[in-house]
């Protein structure tokens, strides 16, 4: 066929190929070639394009009823043959339309109707994008409100973030963990303390509190939660994942993570413990910092549960819980959470305002002379075998044995709590110590200082014990009605009550009592062993009550120290007055052991507790459960034998573990001699002991009696960690076997069995190397760096102008 060109329309020219019959006249039938109009003429019929889609859609003009008869619905006469032919035409006269006029119109409309829907399509993710927007900035802009300077919480995720002062974010927590997606509301005008403070309330579940204040540098953001029903406890938790720095503090935990977000801890009361049984350890404090300049103080009377890293989630968590142990003794009705989070510069400069705030008052001349006396002699712990006890003999064999080693101070004798008879006779045993007080005297013009061990527990067989009930001086069930005492365990005493300090009487009753051991004996001072909150009765009722079973050492301590002087405790929850120092926990004779004194007594300097005295060298065997496999026994080894001690085998301590420890103590605070080195046999090993011995003496002490004035105006620890000489040094932030004693000496002992070499990183500056004398520059690694048995790394500061 031919296509109709454009200047037909809107009439098409077409030719019929059908062959007509009967009646020709009708302008609306089509014939064939063989008749009607000629191709010329067909070419020129016009016929409207809207008539041929009529006829091809109206039902034909005939039907047929039977065979080839048909009848005319129009009243005509036509043809099958013509009518079939009719509709073909059509049919092919719209196959041709569609085939030429539709690919061109495809190919004008389509690329249009792509470009339209490509750009309805991207407007419509804009505006979902621009709706996603709108939903995350309101709610993390608009609803997080900068309340202060540098902290903002959103309300409604309850989500705060603190910021540096060059608008870093330094700190992000969840506050309220326990709301889930409850609605926050001001609070009514009533509870709004000050028109300072942000107040928000969570219907029947708690209340918020947000306040701020401002210190030189330090900028300090107060939060308290009040819970409003008995289920509800407080809880905030903060991120502790990589990139928000690195914390400190707290106290001893177990394995003595160095920083503390690489341990974990479950949720536990914040109550000192022994760390073989409970979570935490015999020093605490409620302080942690962080090396991004940001420290959290949590109050004391807050009834604190703390967690580290649970549930496969890296967050540091604090709650306010009462309990039927830990926090009976309620300040408010229902538990409250509040803590403040301060942030700085930096973290030394952080550190050094809270330490500040603590100086030490009304020290005098006898005081200094004491702390003096600790830091440059020994303490000596009389040992004594399993199974036997203290004796006059041993006393007295024991200071003569020391004085023969030549090139020893005399310094302390620190006697346990077996010079009674029994725990809280508060006499000596007439049986074992029948010349005490002559004894005594001998020890005096030796040199020496005598120091007992005293406890706050009574045994059941004391002679006291008795008259403690009579008079109401003990801890008392918790059943009110009555004053029966309530017993407890303590190391070996099986059944004993404790002292209620908190009582009036109590007090002056055991003043006196060491005020007659001093007169008698003339003792120099006291060491109280407090032990811990888990060593208190359970169901524990003092006459006054406590925020927890901690405060009860901190009235202790101080009791104490208003009638006779004392040089040590075993346990604290504050900085005791000078000239105290704090004990570390017990260590196990091992390797392991030795790992963790110095990760914990870095722990305990960031704690500001400056102070410290280390255990025994070589460990502290002779505590109950510290036996194990790294004792040494009876061996035909010089380096491993027993010495016999008034008939009694005394275990020491395996050989190069009491050399490597001896090393480190060298250092330390405190050195504290239970196993003296010439008790191996060995030449060696005494050699060792006397070079490490004029090692402290020409090079560690100068530097420890400088530290204590910084210690006592400051605050600041006498051993700090590497940190604290260069704050921005990622490096130092992360090394957990070395130490610095002021600024001014580094040391990196060894800590391993049978090694000679170790890793040791230097801080910015420059250092002279101990053992060969050579000069050393910081900020780098000294890779194997070689450390013979008899040696000890140590690197001594030099000036900065210093040249190679």
Request: net charge negative; glycine share 6%.
């Amino acid at each position: 066929m031919d296509s109709p060109t454009p200047s037909s329309s809107p009439a098409l020219s077409m030719q019929d190929t059908s062959s007509r019959h009967g009646d020709d006249s009708s302008d609306d039938t089509f014939t064939d070639g063989d008749g009607g109009l000629s191709e010329e003429e067909a070419v020129t019929v016009k016929v409207p394009l809207r008539n041929a889609r009529r006829k091809s859609v109206m039902p034909p003009p005939s039907l047929k009823l039977n065979g080839n008869d048909f009848i005319d619905c129009d009243g005509q006469d036509q043809s099958p043959q013509n009518s079939i032919t009719s509709i073909n035409s059509i049919s092919s006269l719209l196959k041709e339309k569609l085939a030429l006029s539709f690919p061109a119109m495809l190919k004008k409309k389509r690329p249009q109707e792509y470009k339209l829907r490509a750009f309805v399509g991207i407007l419509f993710l804009c505006i979902v994008f621009l709706v996603g927007f709108a939903y995350v900035f309101y709610h993390q802009q608009v609803l997080q409100r900068a309340y202060f300077e540098s902290i903002r919480f959103n309300n409604e995720e309850r989500v705060v973030r603190v910021f540096s002062n060059e608008g870093q974010e330094i700190m992000f927590g969840y506050l309220g963990m326990e709301l889930g997606g409850d609605r926050a509301f001001p609070c009514l005008p009533h509870n709004i303390l000050d028109d300072k403070i942000v107040c928000m309330e969570w219907m029947d579940k708690a209340r918020l509190y947000i306040n701020y204040t401002e210190h030189v540098g330090v900028r300090c953001y107060h939060i308290t939660w009040e819970s409003l029903r008995e289920n509800y406890h407080p809880t905030d938790c903060y991120d502790w994942s990589d990139g928000h720095g690195h914390w400190y503090g707290g106290g001893q935990t177990d394995g003595m993570a160095w920083p503390i977000e690489k341990g974990s801890i479950e949720l536990s009361p914040f109550i000192t413990g022994d760390i073989r049984q409970h979570v935490w350890g015999n020093v605490l404090k409620r302080y942690f910092i962080n090396s991004n300049g940001v420290t959290i103080f949590i109050d004391p009377d807050t009834p604190l549960y703390v967690s580290m890293n649970t549930n496969h989630q890296r967050q540091f968590c604090l709650q306010a819980r009462h309990d039927d142990f830990a926090y009976v003794y309620h300040s408010t009705p229902l538990p409250q959470l509040n803590y403040s989070i301060c942030t700085s510069s930096n973290m030394k400069s952080l550190h050094s305002f809270f330490s500040e705030k603590q100086l030490w008052d009304g020290l005098n001349e006898e005081d200094l002379k004491v702390i003096t006396s600790l830091l440059t002699e020994p303490v000596w712990q009389i040992p004594s075998a399993s199974g036997s006890e203290l004796t006059e003999v041993a006393i007295y064999n024991y200071t003569e044995d020391v004085i023969a080693l030549g090139f020893l101070k005399q310094g302390h004798v620190l006697l346990s709590e077996s010079w009674q008879p029994h725990v809280g006779d508060f006499t000596l045993d007439p049986v074992r110590f029948p010349t005490m007080d002559e004894t005594i005297d001998i020890i005096h013009r030796r040199g020496f200082r005598i120091v007992f061990t005293i406890q706050p527990f009574l045994s059941t067989e004391s002679t006291n014990f008795a008259d403690a009930v009579w008079k109401h001086l003990l801890v008392s069930e918790r059943e009110p009605s009555h004053h029966i005492p309530a017993l407890t365990r303590y190391k070996g005493v099986e059944s004993a009550g404790m002292l209620d300090i908190t009582n009036n009487r109590t007090v002056p009753w055991l003043q006196a009592k060491l005020k007659s051991l001093v007169d008698k004996y003339h003792i120099d001072a006291f060491y109280l062993d407090i032990g811990t909150a888990y060593d208190m009765p359970h169901y524990y009722r003092f006459e006054n009550p406590l925020t927890n079973p901690d405060e009860y050492k901190t009235i202790f301590i101080d009791s104490i120290l208003r009638s006779v002087d004392v040089v040590g405790v075993s346990s604290a929850i504050t900085r005791p007055q000078a000239p105290v120092f704090v004990s570390l926990p017990p260590f196990a004779s091992t390797w392991k052991s030795m790992q963790l004194i110095i990760p914990t007594v870095l722990t305990y300097g960031i704690m500001g507790y400056p102070f410290i005295m280390p255990g025994a060298v070589g460990g502290d065997y002779d505590m109950p459960g510290e036996y194990n496999s790294d004792f040494t026994k009876n061996s035909s080894a010089v380096a491993n034998k027993s010495h016999e001690d008034g008939g009694n085998n005394i275990h020491l301590p395996d050989k190069e573990l009491y050399v490597r420890w001896l090393q480190l103590a060298t250092f330390l605070p405190v050195i504290r001699y239970t196993h003296l080195p010439s008790k191996y046999g060995d030449e060696r090993v005494l050699e060792m002991a006397k070079f490490l011995t004029s090692l402290r003496q020409k090079t560690v002490n100068p530097l420890l009696e400088k530290c204590v004035k910084d210690a006592l105006d400051f605050g600041k620890p006498i051993i700090r960690p590497l940190w604290l000489l260069d704050p921005n040094d990622p490096t130092c932030h992360l090394v957990v076997d070395e130490f610095s004693v002021g600024e001014e000496l580094i040391v990196a002992p060894v800590l391993y069995p049978r090694k000679h070499e170790r890793e040791v990183y230097l801080p910015a500056g420059v250092w002279k190397d101990g053992i060969d004398g050579s000069l050393r520059k910081g900020s780098r690694w000294l890779h194997n760096y070689a450390v013979p048995e008899d040696k000890v790394a140590h690197f001594v500061k030099m000036p900065d102008d210093t040249r190679f």
